[in-house]
């Protein structure tokens, strides 16, 4: 996906970060023009363990390239599996994440300008869901 929010701020001078808000947070910057890549894979494993039928293992890895060369790229990568049991839905994952924001000890950063030294954060997930 390549994206170009072609905007100037009031003086007419052009906008290098796009204000956006979300969750409550706040207003955070993101950068104006980007190319975002995503690679997801996975493999479904059909099982028989009791009420579980089968088991789904996924990789999902995108990166944010911003074109202005002053800002540092925003990674995420999220590793994992899903346990199906019949209306349920069960996912444990690795969520990690490099100037990406609610991966990040300086929320709000990552999508804009990020942080050149930026190291990477991890977060483990379970989530459970029942689907009717």
């Known amino acids: 996906i390549y994206y170009n929010h072609d905007t100037k701020w009031d003086n007419g001078d052009k906008a290098e ?6 969750y409550g947070s706040g207003v955070y910057p993101v950068a104006a023009e980007a190319t975002v890549l995503n690679l997801g894979v996975s493999y479904p494993v059909a099982v028989d363990f009791g009420p579980v039928s089968s ?3 996924y990789n999902d890895y995108t990166l944010t390239s911003k ?3 002053d800002f540092t790229d925003t990674q995420q990568n999220i ?3 899903m ?3 019949g209306s349920v839905y069960t996912y444990f994952d690795i969520a990690m994440g490099k100037n990406q924001p609610w991966l990040t000890n300086t929320f709000g950063k990552g999508l804009g300008m990020g942080d050149p030294d930026a190291e990477w ?3 483990y997930n379970i989530n459970i869901g029942y689907y009717f």
Do not use: K, Q, S
């Not at 970060?17 to 979300?22: C, F, L, Q, R, T």
């Open 17 to 22: 970060v796009v204000p956006m808000g979300a």
């Open 55 to 57: 088991l789904t293992f």
């Open 67 to 69: 074109m202005n060369e």
């Open 79 to 81: 590793l994992g599996f």
């Open 83 to 85: 346990v199906t049991a």
């Open 121 to 123: 954060n991890i977060r």
